[in-house]
């Protein structure tokens, strides 16, 4: 072939390749105004403008996306379908029919029209904020903010209400009206009409310098009860500012708040952390079983759509919002606790007598179920140490130690030496205040706590008995459906870690719950699993907070041997009589079962401690904990005298 021929080769195939792409390009393009209104309909129902019908395809996704993103994962498009075909004006529209859903399935509907353009043979369509909804004007968007219904109550025994929605007061101050001494004023106004309210002036006065312009300075939010208390002291004070509110409030303050816990209205912060699933409006739980069940609480999370406009108001710049829909408001569902009205407000009258941060934690030997949970802190809002904190046990250990040396054949008669000091592999163990017993019965050295008698009986018994002796306790069992943690009990065979987990230190942890698990299973005979949440509640339960105490500590173990129970009970009310725990001997009612313990933590010589107590009196099992108390007898068993004579 000469090279003119293959040159007029070339062109031709160049040519038939033209022509080709050009039917394509012909077939993929409608030349219908009902198939370009089909297409747009499908891809808008799609949310992925993929068609070649758009001006400007990637213009046009940008556009959908801004206009549609707040609604986020609160809102699905379900469909959008073409009603009619319209011309008026010179102007061609295609009615479209638009369905979106709640996460209840609940339908908004409404109809839109999406400008059509013919260009030569083809038809193109044009997408607008208006042809997605009508009421968007050019530059807006959807909006979405929460409507939520009434939030679910939280209830104790009997259905007594624990926590729900109350009166409160919003306390502020106006930096450009203040006149001097006004903040010392507020401060001693309030600090002396609200007990325990510590409300620093020298604080107050650096936000209110640090405020800017017109900016209001939040003080405190009271009760209304609270308020009229101190509302003739401060109430015409100058630059003081008040406005009314509702907040879900405990049943008195500071009513099992720890546990109960906390919540309000969304923050940015919490918005933007959320990932789409909290939006403006929301009310969330913060803390306690409001964050833990804040689905159930809260309800389905109801929603009102809203055009958003490129124009402000004229009273602070707001931009403006139109309402487009609002879906159903659903009311949340309350949460039944074990909760005891009268037992809760013992414990926590009794915890409040600590000098120290102290827990109590209450529960019904008979059945499991928790009927207090009691968290104080003289410094400041406490946190819920009673169900998650996790401290060495000391010597309140020496139940579920004492219960495996029974297991392995030890009685409460048998004569087991009490020495000063005992040594185990080089590391010195000695008893509290250096006391000296001598050669007594083990039910002897239980009830005064001798360490070195359990330390050099540790021979006795594996680190895996020990574990053992725990899980039968309860102790080690897994009350992570709302929120708590147990315990943890090391089975290793290393001989210094094993003596120190004979007497609750070592490697041993527990929460004040775990503690009193393990006196209730005592009393009980048979171990115990602590109840807090009755009905379905858990299957709605925050999966991170329920699993917060599912740290792997689960052991399965034999059952209780009711016999063995029954000796550590009768050591424990030997160490009410005549031992450790004396002070409870004169709380009124049936006679009370103890053991006290002290145990050490950090780097300080000498160790700093806490004080314990666990016990219960017929059927009622607490365990009681003061941090850097002190010995158990000293701190722990005051409170407990407290809780047991309130309760009767």
């Not at 009622?620 to 009767?648: C, I, K, R, Y």
Request: charged share 25%; aromatic share 6%; with cysteine.
């Amino acid at each position: 072939m000469s090279k003119k021929s293959r040159v007029w080769l070339a062109v031709a195939l160049v040519l038939v390749l033209l022509v080709g792409a050009g039917v394509f390009a012909v077939f993929r393009l409608p030349m219908t105004k009902s198939s370009a209104a089909e297409s747009a309909a499908d891809d808008l129902a799609e949310e992925q403008l993929s068609s070649d019908i758009w001006h400007e395809k990637d213009l046009d996704q940008s556009l959908f996306d801004r206009v549609t993103k707040s609604l986020g994962k609160r809102i699905d498009l379900r469909s959008v379908t073409v009603d009619d075909i319209t011309e008026a004006d010179g102007r061609t529209v295609a009615v479209l029919d638009w369905t979106w859903a709640n996460t209840d399935g609940e339908a908004w509907q409404y109809s839109s029209e999406l400008p059509l353009e013919k260009n030569g043979l083809f038809w193109w369509a044009n997408l607008t904020e208006r042809a997605i909804h009508p009421k968007l004007s050019k530059g807006g968007s959807f909006e979405l903010r929460a409507n939520p219904g009434q939030r679910g109550n939280i209830l104790g025994a009997d259905g007594e209400v624990l926590m729900e929605e109350g009166e409160v007061v919003d306390i502020g101050v106006h930096p450009n009206r203040l006149e001097p001494d006004t903040i010392g004023k507020l401060v001693r106004g309030l600090n002396d009409g609200v007990d325990s309210l510590d409300l620093d002036a020298g604080d107050l006065e650096d936000k209110v310098d640090d405020a800017e312009g017109n900016q209001l300075v939040p003080v405190v939010t009271l009760r209304e009860d609270d308020y009229r208390r101190v509302k003739d002291a401060i109430h015409d004070l100058p630059g003081v500012l008040f406005s009314e509110d509702t907040q879900t409030l405990t049943r008195s303050r500071g009513f099992a708040q720890a546990t109960l816990g906390s919540a309000g209205p969304a923050s940015a912060e919490d918005i933007k952390e959320s990932d789409g699933t909290i939006i403006a409006g929301d009310f969330v739980g913060r803390t306690g079983l409001q964050k833990t069940f804040n689905a159930r609480l809260s309800g389905p999370g109801s929603v009102e759509v809203f055009a958003e406009g490129d124009s402000t108001d004229d009273k602070g710049g707001k931009t403006k919002l139109t309402s487009l829909h609002a879906f159903e408001q659903k009311d949340g569902e309350d949460l039944e606790t074990t909760l005891d009205v009268d037992i809760q407000t013992a414990a926590d009258e009794a915890a409040a007598t600590a000098k120290k941060p102290a827990a109590v934690v209450a529960i019904r030997p008979s059945d499991g179920q928790v009927l207090a949970v009691a968290n104080h802190d003289p410094e400041g809002a406490a946190w819920d140490r009673a169900l998650s904190g996790q401290y060495a046990p000391g010597s309140v250990f020496k139940i579920a130690s004492g219960s495996a040396l029974l297991d392995a054949g030890v009685k409460p008669d048998d004569d087991i030496d009490c020495p000063k000091t005992v040594n185990i592999s080089g590391k010195e163990f000695k008893n509290a205040e250096d006391e000296v017993l001598g050669s007594v019965s083990f039910a002897e050295d239980f009830a005064h706590s001798c360490n070195t008698a359990f330390v050099s009986s540790g021979e006795t018994v594996t680190g895996d008995e020990v574990a053992d002796a725990a899980a039968q306790l309860g102790m080690l069992g897994n009350a992570s459906g709302f929120g708590a943690k147990m315990a943890s009990v090391s089975a290793a065979d290393d001989e210094v870690t094993h003596a120190a987990q004979m007497i609750g230190q070592g490697k041993v942890q527990s929460s004040p719950l775990a503690v009193a698990t393990m006196a209730a299973s005592v009393e009980a005979g048979e171990t115990i699993s602590p109840q807090l949440i009755l009905g379905d509640a858990l299957e709605g339960a925050n999966a991170d907070d329920a699993n917060a105490g599912d740290d792997g500590a689960t052991r399965d173990a034999a059952p209780l041997d009711p016999d063995a129970a029954k000796e550590i009970a009768d050591m424990m009310r030997k160490a009410v009589t005549a031992g450790t725990a004396t002070d409870l001997k004169d709380v009124p009612g049936d006679p009370v079962h103890g053991k006290t313990g002290t145990a050490e933590y950090g780097n300080d010589t000498p160790p700093r401690t806490h004080s314990w107590f666990a016990g219960f009196q017929d059927d009622l099992a607490v365990a009681v904990l003061v941090e850097d108390g002190g010995f158990g007898a000293e701190a722990a068993v005051p409170v407990a005298h407290e809780f047991f004579t309130a309760v009767n």
